[in-house]
Nanobody, 121 residues
Framework: QVQLVESGGGLVQPGESLRLSCAAF????????MDWYRQAPGRQRELVAR???????YYADSVKGRFTISRDNAKNTVALQMNELKPEDTAVYYC???????????????WGQGTQVTVSS
């Protein structure tokens, strides 16, 4: 069994910062990608930032220059530093990992439970 456990959401004012953290627990052989998605009310879930196993990163245009994703392969963790937050960043943020478990062939997707980020004055 694999679990992704998130922390760090909350309520902040515009321009402030938050840091989200996610840890993968279980018998894991390899993690291919770890990333953050978000879903605002009435909208589809969207990819915010991705950290691949080869250290490449991807950011949605809406967060470039404000958000930074960082990954610790030794600890199976990923973090999202969010600066200069805007009201439009308000959403439930989900940690996602595509990984292979020990003793299993192939990889599959796992999701965290989600953490609420609200940006409001």
């Amino acid at each position: 069994q694999v679990q992704l456990v998130e922390s760090g959401g909350g309520l902040v004012q515009p321009g402030e910062s938050l840091r989200l953290s996610c840890a993968a627990f279980g018998s894991i052989l390899r993690i291919n990608v770890m990333d953050w998605y978000r879903q605002a009310p009435g909208r589809q879930r969207e990819l915010v930032a991705r950290a691949a196993s080869d250290t490449t990163t991807y950011y949605a245009d809406s967060v470039k220059g404000r958000f930074t994703i960082s990954r610790d392969n030794a600890k199976n963790t990923v973090a999202l530093q969010m600066n200069e937050l805007k009201p439009e960043d308000t959403a439930v943020y989900y940690c996602h990992a595509n990984l292979q478990r020990n003793g299993f062939l192939g990889s599959r997707d796992y999701w965290g439970q989600g953490t609420q980020v609200t940006v409001s004055s």
